[in-house]
């Protein structure tokens, strides 16, 4: 079903999103306060911060959406099965782009990561899921 795809897509992006943040701010902690590298970092984890809430707050839209719904065959975020592999590897290459056409080390160049890292587990996953198929028969 469409809503358990656009849930499992937008909580892999939070998750992915909220890993880099944790990621910053282990680097903060280990510079020296008020120098310009740990000004930056701050500013990156701030902007990011506001990234993640942007994202918790479409997933609460979506969630709102299957509740009005009532569906009854929805599984779990955590077994909804990775998309096929031909629309994952599509945005894998756009996020790759994305990321190439940022400055490194802005918040938008974080964001673009996240998406890359987050889409490669998610053709990984597609991949292996399919191989078990293709074994099973």
Do not use: C
């Amino acid at each position: 079903m469409k809503g358990e795809f656009e849930l499992r897509t937008t909580s892999d992006a939070f998750l992915a999103r909220v890993s880099r943040l944790h990621e910053l701010e282990e680097h903060k902690r280990t510079l020296t306060p008020g120098t310009p590298e740990m000004l930056r970092v701050s500013r990156e984890i701030e902007a990011l911060s506001a990234e993640v809430v942007a994202w918790a707050r479409r997933e609460t839209e979506l969630a709102e959406l299957v509740a009005k719904r009532q569906p009854t065959n929805l599984r779990p975020i955590a077994e909804v099965p990775p998309r096929d592999i031909a629309t994952v590897l599509g945005d894998w290459r756009h996020a790759e782009r994305a990321l190439s056409s940022e400055e490194a080390g802005t918040a938008a160049w974080e964001a673009a990561r996240a998406d890359v890292g987050r889409l490669r587990d998610e053709y990984r996953r597609s991949l292996e899921q399919r191989m078990a198929r293709e074994k099973r028969t």
